[in-house]
């Protein structure tokens, strides 16, 4: 996805999905599940939380200058941040 995205409902990543925001802006909080893979790239920036649901969380990936504002708790299998904030 890259542009702008805002998601009132929020988001949800399932059974293995793998999301990559490229040169996106976007206002959401995302649930993930043991698995799953969410991935910033390239300035990027995502404002809200990301948290597991009952199969634990999924892991995130921040990179490429990309930036993610805590919108409250979140809980991720695994943070891996390379060049990104």
């Given at each position: 996805?890259?542009g702008?995205?805002?998601?009132?409902?929020?988001?949800?990543?399932?059974?293995?999905?793998?999301?990559?925001?490229?040169?996106l802006?976007?206002?959401?909080?995302?649930?993930?599940?043991?698995?799953?893979?969410?991935?910033?790239?390239?300035?990027?920036?995502?404002?809200?939380?990301?948290?597991?649901?009952?199969?634990?969380?999924?892991?995130?990936?921040?990179?490429?200058?990309?930036v993610?504002?805590?919108?409250?708790?979140?809980?991720?299998?695994?943070?891996?941040?390379?060049?990104?904030?």
């Amino acid at each position: 996805f890259s542009g702008l995205l805002s998601q009132d409902g929020g988001i949800t990543l399932q059974s293995g999905a793998a999301m990559t925001m490229d040169a996106l802006q976007a206002n959401a909080n995302v649930t993930t599940q043991s698995g799953t893979t969410l991935t910033l790239d390239n300035g990027s920036i995502l404002t809200g939380s990301v948290t597991g649901d009952n199969t634990g969380a999924g892991d995130m990936t921040v990179k490429g200058a990309s930036v993610w504002h805590l919108g409250g708790d979140s809980t991720v299998g695994a943070l891996t941040l390379d060049n990104g904030t």
